[in-house]
């Protein structure tokens, strides 16, 4: 059984209507979030209780913000209490009238079909009629969540979620109390199934009622992705150096040690023996630590391997294309200088094919 959760703080009476056209298209239970609105709004939520039987409404004393009202479904449906008794997972919605009765209903469709699975509504946000302050909330940021976690997000801001029950377990101890809380939701993620559904965008009145503040909340936002950014981009750099020394080392071995004085092609096999094993290192560096928590579920990650040395063979060779070009692009500029700034620049977007492409879940 899914129940459908909607969080809300100070809703319209449009709230009442809402309630009752899902009760008329579902049996499943709805549990209804006071995130602390003010007196006004008590009767708004007590008609949209009445509206419907199988509506249970709990509240904050005070506004705690979207993450922590998420939370408290999530501690009401997991205690199994009363109406949500062998709950399996929830459907979370806005109060706002973004979500569509059919919309809300195909999630819990898709989670009750994939039980184990996190189910997004995902917008579309290429149209005339999307409000900027939505937009901007999503569209620049995909990519950062991309670099970040691995996965193509259609929509990261989407409020109509479906969340299997063991996830809402984890989802509790996972920081985060206003809306920074659903972005954290994406990053800890991990190898999880993830199903994407295409759902109408909907705008009433210009978004206004939405309770989004682009610049505070897209900061907090920022900041829930600087972590993994950053600790991957150190561990990644991590894995490289050593790659590097390894590389290094046993080269020198090699040539002190295995393929004496004139040996043939001496020099040639000391690089290509030395190489192979630093590439085979790196490798495991980063399938099994760097990007272990996008791969750790991932049922394909046999298939990282020919992406990955195809990655290094495409490097290779525009490491040699950028450098030759440069040099005759730039020739007061030394040569080993030129190659540092391609291999650096080339370095970088290797981080970002590997953690987007060749490590995916």
């Known amino acids: 059984m899914v129940a459908i959760v909607i969080p809300a703080l100070d809703p319209d009476d449009r709230l009442p209507g809402y309630v ?38 709990v509240r904050h004393d005070v506004n705690r913000g979207k993450g922590r009202a998420l939370k408290t479904a999530f501690a009401t449906l997991l205690e199994g209490s009363g109406a949500f008794a062998g709950c399996t997972g929830c459907v979370t919605a806005d109060a706002d009238g973004q979500h569509e009765v059919a919309d ?131 561990a990644f750099t991590a894995a490289s150096l050593a790659s590097f020394g390894v590389d290094i080392g046993l080269f020198c071995l090699l040539r002190e040690r295995v393929f004496r004085e004139g040996a043939p092609a001496r020099l040639f096999l000391c690089v290509a023996v030395a190489r192979c094993v630093s590439v085979a290192f790196n490798y495991v560096c980063n399938r099994f630590v760097v990007f272990r928590p996008a791969t750790a579920r991932a049922s394909g990650g046999g298939r990282s391997l020919p992406r990955y040395l195809a990655l290094a063979a495409v490097l290779l060779f525009l490491s040699w294309l950028f450098t030759k070009c440069g040099a005759a692009a730039f020739p007061g500029v030394s040569v080993p200088v030129v190659k540092a700034v391609v291999d650096l620049a080339l370095f970088i977007a290797s981080y970002v094919v590997q953690r987007a492409f060749v490590f995916r879940p």
């Open 104 to 234: 809300v209903l195909a999630c819990a469709r898709a989670l009750e079909e994939k039980p184990e699975a996190l189910v997004l509504g995902c917008r579309r946000f290429d149209g005339p009629d999307v409000p900027w302050r939505s937009s901007f909330g999503n569209n620049w940021m995909r990519s950062l969540f991309r670099m970040a976690t691995g996965r193509r997000f259609l929509d990261t801001q989407t409020g109509l979620r479906g969340i299997p029950a063991s996830f809402m377990r984890e989802l509790m101890d996972v920081p985060g109390e206003r809306f920074e809380f659903e972005s954290r939701m994406l990053v800890v993620l991990g190898g999880r199934e993830l199903v994407q559904l295409p759902i109408r965008t909907v705008y009433e009145d210009g978004n206004k009622c939405s309770h989004f503040r682009p610049l505070v909340d897209s900061a907090k936002i920022l900041r829930v992705l600087g972590r993994p950014l950053l600790l991957g981009a150190a």
């Open 20 to 57: 009752a056209a899902l009760r008329a298209a579902t049996d499943a239970p709805i549990l209804l979030v006071d995130d602390g609105s003010g007196p006004a709004a008590a009767p708004v939520f007590d008609r949209a209780a009445a509206a419907a039987t199988g509506v249970s409404v």
